[in-house]
């Protein structure tokens, strides 16, 4: 491998033109225009597929759960449900777009069918639909409206479509079942338009009774999701696309690489801990999705109005989320009259507040930054390109040198409580240990310190009053590649209360 890597390097220097910064370096080895950055680790590392890099840039997405059990009151539907119960009084989904889109989420992933087998739209494989309830006269297709109004206001789309389906008699009979399924699946797949995501379902995990000793054809499954829509992420337990993160709290370990070894792993088949954390030896990218509910419960019930999640909650999950290399799946039922409820509406507007407040004022922008270490003769990796406000600029090291600090002067002395890092995961993810300290009282204090960092690393500490600071990486898999440092004053926040 070593080898390779130094033919690779000469084949760079003797054929790169450089024009000046990244993006515009061409190489002209082999006719392929490739900028010199995407050419750092090539061979060595796994990297994500331009839809999971699309997938990760979103960062905060919305999960609707909505169908029967709105009004029956339960969290799993039993199948037995009549569609004659389906009415929504006053459904809009415009209105939940809006607020969704209002709220900063990029992306709005409904439910076309839970576990009851209830599906959203008109499905010609199942009288169990929207079809038979009052709703619209049985004329409606929910599916079919908010992929609609989604697309009208520019945010993706995706669905849902659990495998487990209480409802069908064919359930249980695997091959009968998976063609149904199957029928069902290509519906989904063709008829609204582009996804942006499939999330398959676990449940019941794979001992469980409930399974009926159904199994399901995951590698049929997945292979008409990649046909039919090959820009859609895929969500499973063990991906392919995007994982599960272990929980449904929203929270992705301290240590959270977006590597796996899929092998290991199958839907509704979890080593929990080991999708929270990633494996740093993973042969597969499969980054870490946090869904987590805005309510305890998964679907809207009048009972839990008073229990919507605080400010100070949904930050907290924001930095365990988004903050740890992960995306944040926040879901948010609509009520019986198929609306967003005002309280989660009002909330989620409010929390979008508080986001804008904190990551306005970038502190260290405008700084300068010095390195013990940068990668050889081009000014495309200069230090500073970590304050520069582009993630598409970069700053690293010779290939192999795995520790190295890089220290920041701000243009005066600023008091900042947050510290974001971003790795360039366009060229995998690499950093095992980091530590940052700040020059206070004429000495360095150690004022954070984590393991991975991967796409995003956001770290809250007491504030801190500095001009210098240093983060310094003490170990990584190859060279770190870093392509942003912020910093930013977050405002305490007391339950739904921002304090100052
Ligand atoms: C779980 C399901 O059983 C819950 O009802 C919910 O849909 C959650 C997102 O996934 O596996």
């Given at each position: 491998m070593a080898k390779m890597k130094m033919m690779l390097g000469s084949v760079l220097v003797s054929s790169l033109v450089f024009l000046g910064t990244v993006g515009i370096c061409v190489a002209q080895t082999d006719g392929q225009k490739n900028s010199i950055e995407e050419k750092i680790g090539l061979n060595d590392h796994v990297l994500p597929h331009p839809r999971q890099l699309r997938w990760q840039q979103?960062?905060?997405?919305?999960f609707v759960h909505f169908t029967v059990n709105t009004f029956t009151g339960r969290e799993w539907g039993e199948g037995t449900e009549s569609p004659s119960i389906f009415n929504p009084s006053e459904l809009d989904v415009k209105q939940w777009v809006r607020v969704f889109k209002e709220a900063g989420m990029k992306m709005v992933i409904l439910t076309a069918k839970h576990h009851d087998g209830f599906c959203l739209w008109p499905s010609r494989y199942t009288e169990h639909s929207v079809k038979n309830s009052p709703w619209k006269n049985g004329q409606g297709d929910l599916v079919g409206e908010l992929s609609k109004a989604c697309r009208e206001a520019g945010l993706e789309f995706g669905i849902y479509i659990s495998p487990w389906d209480r409802h069908e008699p064919s359930y249980g009979k695997s091959s009968e079942y998976n063609a149904f399924y199957m029928g069902q699946l290509t519906e989904l797949l063709t008829q609204y338009g582009p996804l942006g995501e499939v999330w398959f379902d676990g449940a019941p995990g794979q001992d469980s009774p409930l399974r009926k000793k159904q199994v399901y054809d995951f590698v049929m499954y997945r292979s008409l999701v990649r046909r039919l829509q090959p820009d859609a992420c895929m969500f499973a337990d063990d991906g392919p696309d995007c994982r599960w993160v272990?929980?449904?709290?929203?929270?992705?370990?301290?240590?959270?690489?977006?590597?796996?070894?899929?092998?290991?792993?199958?839907?509704?088949?979890?080593?929990?801990?080991?999708?929270?954390?990633?494996?740093?030896?993973?042969?597969?990218?499969?980054?870490?999705?946090?869904?987590?509910?805005?309510?305890?419960?998964?679907?809207?019930?009048?009972?839990?109005?008073?229990?919507?999640?605080?400010?100070?909650?949904?930050?907290d999950i924001y930095f365990g989320s988004v903050g740890r290399n992960g995306l944040m799946l926040l879901n948010v039922p609509p009520d019986q009259r198929g609306l967003i409820h005002e309280t989660d509406t009002q909330r989620l507007l409010a929390f979008r507040g508080?986001?804008?407040?904190?990551?306005?004022?970038?502190?260290?922008?405008?700084?300068?930054?010095?390195?013990?270490?940068?990668?050889?003769?081009?000014?495309v990796y200069q230090p500073s390109h970590v304050v520069d406000g582009d993630i598409e600029t970069i700053w690293t090291t010779d290939d192999g040198v795995v520790s190295a600090d890089l220290e920041i002067t701000l243009p005066q002395e600023k008091s900042f409580n947050v510290i974001?890092?971003?790795?360039?995961?366009?060229?995998?993810?690499?950093?095992?240990?980091?530590?940052?300290d700040a020059w206070t009282d004429g000495q360095w204090k150690r004022i954070a310190s984590g393991t991975t960092i991967g796409y995003k690393r956001l770290l809250r500490m007491s504030p801190v009053s500095t001009?210098?600071?240093?983060?310094?990486?003490?170990?990584?898999?190859?060279?770190?590649?870093?392509?942003?440092?912020?910093?930013?004053?977050?405002?305490?926040?007391?339950?739904?209360?921002?304090l100052d």
């Open positions: 979103r960062e905060y997405t919305a272990g929980n449904e709290s929203g929270y992705a370990g301290e240590t959270c690489w977006s590597m796996l070894n899929r092998s290991e792993f199958g839907p509704g088949q979890a080593d929990t801990k080991k999708l929270n954390a990633g494996q740093v030896d993973g042969a597969d990218w499969v980054p870490a999705e946090c869904d987590v509910s805005i309510r305890p419960g998964w679907f809207y019930h009048a009972a839990e109005d008073d229990k919507v999640k605080t400010l100070e909650q949904l930050l508080l986001l804008d407040r904190i990551f306005a004022d970038d502190l260290a922008a405008g700084a300068s930054v010095k390195a013990s270490a940068v990668r050889k003769a081009m000014a974001m890092l971003q790795e360039y995961i366009k060229q995998g993810q690499r950093i095992a240990s980091f530590e940052v001009q210098r600071l240093r983060l310094r990486i003490l170990d990584a898999t190859d060279c770190p590649i870093l392509c942003r440092i912020g910093l930013f004053s977050a405002p305490t926040v007391q339950g739904n209360t921002i």
